[in-house]
């Protein structure tokens, strides 16, 4: 079985920084995609970041210069650097990977979410 446990979330005012972790765990022979997800209430879960085993990375144009999404392929972990945090960017954070448990097949798993909460 392959988890991932996501870990960095907490309250922030209004122009912080967070880092958010993703460690994968278990049986895992290689992981292709890895991102952050990030779904607020009452709003459909929406893309922040992913990023290729080879390092390439693609953000949604709302944290564009705000946010950054790098990787440990070594540690199987993901991270995401939040700085000049907004309120709107209060949601739970997913961590999402594309895994590898053979050579052969890939699934998509999921973490179960850590709160990022922007407020005075």
């Known amino acids: 079985q392959v988890q991932l446990v996501e870990s960095g979330g907490g309250l922030v005012q209004p122009g912080g920084s967070l880092r958010l972790s993703c460690a994968a765990s278990?049986?895992?022979?290689?992981?292709?995609?890895m991102g952050w997800y990030r779904q607020a209430p009452g709003k459909e879960r929406e893309l922040v970041a992913r990023?290729?085993?080879?390092?390439?990375?693609n953000y949604a144009d709302s944290v564009k210069g705000r946010f950054t999404i790098s990787r440990d392929n070594a540690m199987n972990t993901v991270y995401l650097q939040m700085n000049s945090l907004k309120p709107e960017d209060t949601a739970v954070y997913y961590c999402?990977?594309?895994?590898?448990?053979?050579?052969?097949?890939?699934?998509?798993?999921w973490g179960k979410g850590t709160l990022v909460t922007v407020s005075s």
């Open positions: 278990g049986k895992i022979f290689s992981i292709n995609v």
């Open positions: 999402n990977a594309e895994i590898y448990s053979n050579p052969r097949y890939a699934m998509d798993y």
């Open positions: 990023i290729t085993s080879s390092g390439s990375t």
